[in-house]
């Protein structure tokens, strides 16, 4: 009868276990000592609690996009079918906790610029990679050394820039040590031979600085601009010549104040111009970089320059040294002025950020303290300054002459030809 009834359509099994599943759903519901209800606002999952020893609590939480399939899983619970989903934190990975670590990051400094280098390395290294999809629980010390090793191998990196890029990995998952996802960080026990990276050769020195020489002609192009009165900015090319005397970045040179001359011989560099958000932040770019920078006689003239150019002219200068109703100078103005000047005395262009290697360089040619260079350039080692800032301003031709000097050359003696023996021939 059953199957006469189901093959002339008399009834629908399908629709018979549609109706033994509300049945039972009903009964689970007047079982079911919890409430059931939707989350409001944005979380508008369904939730409801089950009973589970294990819970300090006695329940636990089940959360599911649809109230259908939380009484799908209060069935299974109640028939002992039910799988629990892994816990959040088992299933984490570096593709999501990424975001997270940036926000966590970005409180813990103030160089935004290192956050676009984080972001720029994130997109270029790991986006979309194989290691950031895995659980953070299953990355083992094996899948890291892999990973770093061929990364290194892959993009042929030296070791700044490996350093740089593993910065992402080990910080969040130092990160996630401390959210108690991970009991410890095995990126820690990763170690890469010195002989795996490509090799870092130190740039050319006349790539790197300006000679003595194109100094003095560039200094000369610029104070011819200045009494000239360049059109806009008519105080960059002072402020130009101040960076060779000081060795400032552009961004301090820009938001110097007279009230940073606290003595008179040092002017205190402690705060810089934001190129991404446009404004003069208390700070620098680390907290080694403030610092007291010596003003050389050169340099108070310059200072003393700006100051009876304003005067005269009637600038409301809001304190700053070079400028002229508070308008500072861009940043981008100087390197403007440098091309300039090195394209009329026909010498390869290096950027302002060469002015500051170019002081470096002359501190350390001159004898000045490797130290004390650093200080003035507000480094916290001296690696960084002897690696980055040391260069040899001297023309060949000078470079020349202090080898000859040097090494002290003697009077080669001249050997006396041998006298031939008595009967000997001479010829052949």
């Known amino acids: 009868m059953l ?11 399908d629709d018979v276990l549609e ?5 039972r759903r009903e009964e689970i519901l007047e079982k079911h000592p919890y409430e059931i209800y939707q989350g409001a606002g944005k979380d508008t999952r369904w939730r409801t609690h089950v ?20 009484l799908d899983d209060l069935c299974s619970f109640y028939s002992g079918t039910y799988q629990k989903k892994p816990d959040r934190k088992e299933r984490m990975t570096l593709e999501d906790l990424y975001p997270k670590w940036l926000i966590y990051k970005d409180l813990h400094t103030t160089a935004t610029t290192y956050i676009s280098r984080i972001k720029s390395d994130w997109n270029t290294y790991y986006k979309g990679t194989a290691i950031v999809k895995k659980p ?51 990126m820690s026990q990763v170690k890469i ?30 104070w011819k601009d200045f009494f000239d009165e360049v059109k806009d900015y008519r105080l960059s090319p002072l402020a130009l010549i101040f960076q060779y005397q000081t060795g400032v970045r552009i961004g301090e040179l ?48 310059i200072i003393n320059t700006a100051r009876e150019y304003q005067r005269e002219h009637g600038y409301d200068t809001e304190g700053y040294i070079f400028a002229l109703d508070g308008q500072i100078i861009p940043q981008r103005v100087i390197n403007s002025l440098l091309e300039k000047y090195c394209k009329i005395l026909d010498i390869p262009y290096r950027s302002s950020h060469k002015n500051r290697k170019s ?4 501190l350390l040619n001159s004898g000045v303290s490797i130290n004390t260079a650093r ?23 000078d470079k020349e002459r202090q080898f000859e000097n040097a090494l002290k050359p003697q009077k080669v003696p001249v050997r006396k030809p041998k006298q031939p023996s008595p009967g000997m021939s001479l010829s052949r």
């Open 19 to 23: 109706q033994m599943n509300r049945k």
């Open 51 to 70: 009973l589970d020893p294990t819970k300090k609590e006695g329940r636990r939480m089940i959360v599911r996009k649809d109230r259908d399939d939380l």
């Open 375 to 397: 200080q003035m350039l507000g480094h916290a080692d001296e690696e960084t300054t002897l690696k980055y800032y040391c260069y040899d301003q001297t023309l060949d031709a």
């Open 254 to 301: 820009v938001a110097l104040r007279y009230e940073d001359i606290e003595t008179p011989n040092y002017i205190h560099i402690q705060r810089m111009y934001r190129r991404d958000t446009h404004e003069i932040v208390d700070h620098l770019k680390s907290d080694d970089g403030d610092r007291q920078v010596y003003l050389t006689r050169y340099a108070k003239d």
């Open 136 to 186: 953070l629980k299953e990355l083992t010390k094996l899948d890291l050394d892999q990973w770093a090793h061929a990364l290194i191998k892959k993009y042929d990196m030296t070791r700044k820039g490996y350093v740089n890029v593993q910065v992402i990995m080990r910080q969040a998952l130092d990160y996630a040590v401390d959210l108690g996802i991970i009991s410890s960080n095995p």
């Open 359 to 362: 002081y470096g360089s002359a």
């Open 193 to 222: 031979e010195r002989k795996m990276y490509r090799r870092e050769k130190k740039k050319p020195d006349k790539t790197q600085v300006y000679t003595a020489e194109e100094i003095e002609a560039i200094t000369d192009l610029a």
């Open 3 to 13: 199957q006469f009834a189901t093959e002339n359509g008399i009834f629908n099994v």
